[in-house]
């Protein structure tokens, strides 16, 4: 490995420029919450386009229907609604209006009716230059961390390019003014009349505008806002002038010469039914297309690798109970297998409260009840954990189906230290098995979580099948067909608290199951939410935010600092921050790698932490094929994931952010939060370091990766090393 000394001599410059774009930093804060949005007239515009939003005949945003019952887009009460209604929404409700604009300011007061407060990730928006979603920039606003961003949109989720924030103690509940103007080459945004952002762009130059609401990836759900008082105005040079009308002339008319029989008036031909104007519906921003090849290569393989052979348990159909306060009603497969490929179907449980939900495999579960759990939450959410302990890795399941009705295949392959977890057919996850790599048993649940069950609510399942991987099972396979529902252990009587069961009580439980030649019955997890895990998802995004505002009002152990790292064969080209520190919180902007002779070759960057030396570090990777790693030194990666921010392509950038705190990283791309995940290893004070091209198949030999705005903040109690 090489190490080139930082730049020093750029960080007081570079410096100002970070703390413009960490979110969380507070830069201003309006006077009054609830006072109306201040007027935004200036003497260098014109304005000329308002709307108030009183009447949708006069109104200058046209009118739009859907045809689902969960998008609602009107003139309502003196304001424009706009209303996405699924608990899964997610994405950006764009309302395009307007002609097309090259230099302009449109402003306009913007009220969440839904959205703020508990519920993360909602946004309202404003867009200048716009073609159908394809170019142009977003002004963002988000009430919950009182934050905004410009984001340059090219395909997808695009690309955040600055970022700010006020009023950082609480989150903005009353009327904001915004305002996004696009003027030459200088993009900026204001709230309630004070600029925040300002970045200089000039890929874009002309196009639409605008209006709307949104909710992203990692917290679906649903968001209103309500807009009112329109206004667009443009510099005064390119406002259009009025077209003098000529003065009439007057001339007298001859008198008419009378007609002995009047002639009858000619019947008007009836005018053709018109045509009704097609109703445009809202533009919902299309997700990037990623190449899903190299990550499915290892799993098609193991899947080819178990269906090579006849299956050792299954197909099995049945229904799970759910039970709040006592032992899992799990459905058994009675096999002892440590590497296998399972299937199932789960319906989505009935007669569950608020439609909250939770279903799961265990597996590897040995006489003393030892097992992993993979849960699946109805919040759209995966956690793993060994028993009932606090989850161990968790992010995000894009693709779930969370309708009443609805049914989920879940597919688990597991293999030695490393698992696959796939949902409806579609990777989700690479998961760190090391812990506990013992034969054991695999089976089905519902209900693990005590805020997810609901008594007797009951999970069909279909379809339950097990391969086995690499080996035959100590255990004889039930028959084809034969029900696992048949052969599930009865339900014992548990303690309302099954976690505090005593020591001596658990042991006594094994062995009696073990005497009897029964599998131990996994008790539910005691815990009340997953909100109370320190690594689940569900609180993995709070944690990180919270971490971004203690990190403003701090000054960095390093950088900010920019430069470039250069890909190679054999080693990698490291910028070291020469700092050590055990927890900390860092962020970098990457500008993907690309090759002018080869510009879609895939690419990798990555973050080390925790260096010692040699390969004694920790890895986080981000690839160009969509995912998220992170392993130790350059071992295979025990634990992976999606992640669906990653803006791709040449010419484009992605801003990196990892914390981690108490051996839990936090990583989240282009503002958005990805996963809350173990770090593999010992926590220790270490070095933190950034390269490009840490697989071999992702290098470019000789090819610049070039970053900038990197600092590291020390989260140790003490000073850092």
């Known amino acids: 490995m090489t190490s080139r000394i930082p730049r020093s001599a750029l960080i007081m410059m570079a410096l100002a420029i970070a703390l413009l774009s960490l979110p969380g930093v507070s830069l201003a804060q309006p006077d009054d919450q609830d006072a109306a949005a201040p007027s935004t007239t200036r003497s260098s515009e014109t304005t000329i386009l308002t709307d108030t939003f009183d009447s949708q005949e006069t109104g200058v945003v046209p009118p739009f229907e859907s045809d689902s019952d969960d998008i609602s887009v009107e003139y309502d009460g003196g304001e424009f609604d706009i209303d996405a209604l699924a608990a899964d929404f997610q994405g950006a409700l764009a309302i395009p209006f307007g002609d097309i604009f090259t230099d302009l300011t449109v402003a306009i007061d913007v009220t969440f009716t839904a959205g703020t407060g508990d519920q993360p990730g909602r946004y309202a928006f404003l867009t200048c230059r716009t073609d159908n979603a394809v170019g142009g920039y977003r002004l963002e606003f988000r009430p919950l961390t009182s934050s905004v961003i410009i984001r340059k949109l090219s395909g997808g989720a695009g690309e955040q390019i600055a970022a700010g924030s006020f009023n950082s103690d609480e989150p903005y509940t009353g009327v904001a003014r915004m305002e996004l103007t696009c003027q030459g080459s200088t993009i900026a945004g ?46 005064n040079a390119l406002a259009p002038t009025p077209t003098p009308q000529p003065s009439p002339t007057f001339a007298p008319s001859p008198a008419p010469e009378p007609t002995s029989t009047p002639s009858p008036s000619p019947t008007a031909e009836p005018s053709s039914t018109a045509e009704p104007s097609p109703t445009m519906e809202p533009t919902i921003e299309p997700t990037p297309t990623i190449d899903r090849s190299a990550i499915m290569a290892p799993i098609d393989e193991l899947r080819n690798e178990a269906t090579a052979n006849d299956p050792i348990f299954g197909p099995s159909d049945g229904a799970i109970t759910q039970v709040v306060g006592g032992s899992l009603d799990a459905q058994y497969s009675r096999v002892a297998v440590a590497n296998f490929r399972t299937v199932i179907t789960f319906e989505n449980p009935t007669g569950t409260a608020a439609d909250r939900w939770d279903l799961g495999l265990g597996f590897r579960q040995t006489a003393n009840g030892q097992h992993w759990r993979i849960i699946i939450r109805s919040d759209g959410t995966w956690s793993l954990a060994i028993a009932a302990e606090f989850p161990r890795a968790t992010g995000a399941i894009s693709n779930l189906d969370r309708s009443a009705g609805g049914a989920n295949t879940i597919e688990l392959i597991a293999d030695g230290a490393a698992g696959y977890l796939l949902i409806n057919d579609e990777f989700v996850a690479m998961l760190d098995l090391t812990a506990l790599q013992d034969t054991g048993d695999i089976w089905a649940g519902s209900g693990f979580f005590l805020d997810f069950a609901t008594q007797d609510a009951v999970t069909p399942y279909t379809g339950f099948t097990i391969w086995g991987i690499g080996g035959a099972t100590s255990q004889p396979q039930i028959g084809a067909g034969q029900a696992a529902q048949a052969e599930t252990t009865p339900t014992a009587a548990a303690p309302q608290d099954p976690a505090a069961q005593s020591t001596s009580e658990s042991e006594e439980a094994a062995s009696t199951s073990e005497s009897e030649g029964t599998t131990p019955i996994p008790e539910a997890t005691a815990i009340s939410s997953p909100e109370v895990s320190p690594v689940a998802e569900i609180d993995g995004e709070a944690v990180l935010e919270e971490l971004r505002v203690q990190v403003a009002d701090q000054d960095p152990v390093f950088g900010p600092e920019s430069g470039d790292v250069v890909q190679g064969v054999g080693s990698i080209d490291i910028e070291s921050s020469g700092v050590s520190v055990e927890d900390f919180y860092t962020s970098v902007r990457f500008t993907n790698p690309a090759s002018a002779t080869d510009p879609d070759h895939p690419w990798d960057v990555l973050i080390g932490f925790w260096h010692e030396g040699g390969d004694e570090q920790v890895r ?20 992976s994931g999606e992640a669906t921010s990653i803006d791709l392509g040449p010419a484009r950038g992605n801003v990196i952010e990892l914390a981690v705190v108490d051996g839990t990283g936090y990583l989240a791309i282009n503002g958005e939060f990805v996963a809350a995940f173990a770090a593999p290893g010992a926590p220790q004070p270490g070095d933190i370091w950034i390269a490009s091209g840490t697989f071999p198949e992702n290098v470019q030999p000789g090819e610049k990766t070039l970053f900038s705005d990197w600092s590291v903040w020390s989260l140790d109690e003490g000073p850092a090393g």
């Open 620 to 639: 986080v990777v981000v690839a160009s094929d969509g995912t998220w790693s992170a392993a130790q030194g350059t071992a295979r990666p025990t634990v």
């Open 190 to 235: 204001r709230i309630n009349g004070i600029e925040l952002v300002s970045v200089q762009d000039s890929d874009f130059t002309e196009g639409h505008l605008d209006l709307g609401g949104g909710v992203y990836a990692i917290s679906n759900g649903r968001v209103s806002v309500n807009f009112d008082n329109l206004a667009v105005s443009v510099p």
